[in-house]
């Protein structure tokens, strides 16, 4: 069966450091996201992307954020000059083309700054 | 702003039981409603999926109802079994994708 990947699954950086990380959605889905969850807390939405563009976007996903699908299977999310306070786990999803359709969660990237 | 909540946080139950999760929601404004399930350290899987215009939907032993009026959904699961044991998270869908703190359930063997 398809599934979402996602790498690294562990990333340690240094603050202020800038990371990528790297998810590669199901093949024919055309609708890509972006979760957060803080250590003991919510999942919480960061960004949608679709039609090589974002179509929504939280009060997290701010300019230190940002999100391109390099090629036709990759898409990823880059934190330019990473905080303590962005380490978190971070998932990414991606769902075929009907509003009606689920979303499938990749296993997540563990990213720890110190 | 649209606040989630689930209760009850924690659940412990024997095998067999059958038993209900709930999920509250502040603003009725929503394209769907989602339930999942987490395992330590792991992604999401989605379980269920409710429309807006939809009353309830069901796979297997999970049954999730949604009165969008009153903003509760509820997550039936019917002779629960070990494997069962995870968190479970609902998610909505508004403006944003707004998920709930998640009950842990326990299902004792």
């Known amino acids: 069966e398809p599934e979402v990947t996602q790498t690294p699954s562990h990333q340690v950086t240094q603050m202020g450091q800038e990371v990528i990380l790297r998810c590669v959605p199901i093949s024919n889905h055309l609708y890509f996201y972006w979760y957060r969850q803080i250590l003991g807390q919510k999942v919480e939405f960061l960004v949608s992307?679709?039609?090589?563009?974002?179509?929504?976007k939280s009060e997290i996903f701010d300019d230190q954020f940002s999100v391109e699908r390099p090629d036709g299977s990759n898409f990823t999310l880059k934190i330019r000059s990473t905080k303590l306070e962005d380490s978190a786990m971070y998932f990414c999803a991606s769902r075929p083309w009907t509003e009606t359709d689920t979303q499938y969660f990749g296993p997540g990237t563990r990213l720890t700054v110190l | 702003k649209q606040e989630v909540t689930q209760i009850p946080a924690a659940l412990s139950v024997p095998e067999g039981e059958n038993l209900v999760l709930n999920c509250s929601f502040t603003d009725s404004a929503i394209y769907n409603l989602q339930w999942f399930r987490q395992d330590p350290g792991k992604g999401l899987t989605s379980l269920l999926l409710i429309q807006s215009s939809q009353r309830e939907q069901t796979s297997g032993r999970l049954n999730a109802s949604l009165d969008k009026s009153s903003g509760r959904s509820t997550l039936y699961i019917a002779a629960s079994q070990p494997g069962d044991s995870a968190t479970y998270l609902c998610?909505?869908?508004?403006?944003?994708?707004?998920f709930g703190p998640g009950t842990r359930l326990s299902v004792l063997p």
């Open positions: 992307f679709y039609n090589n563009e974002i179509s929504e």
């Open positions: 998610a909505v869908k508004g403006q944003n994708f707004v």
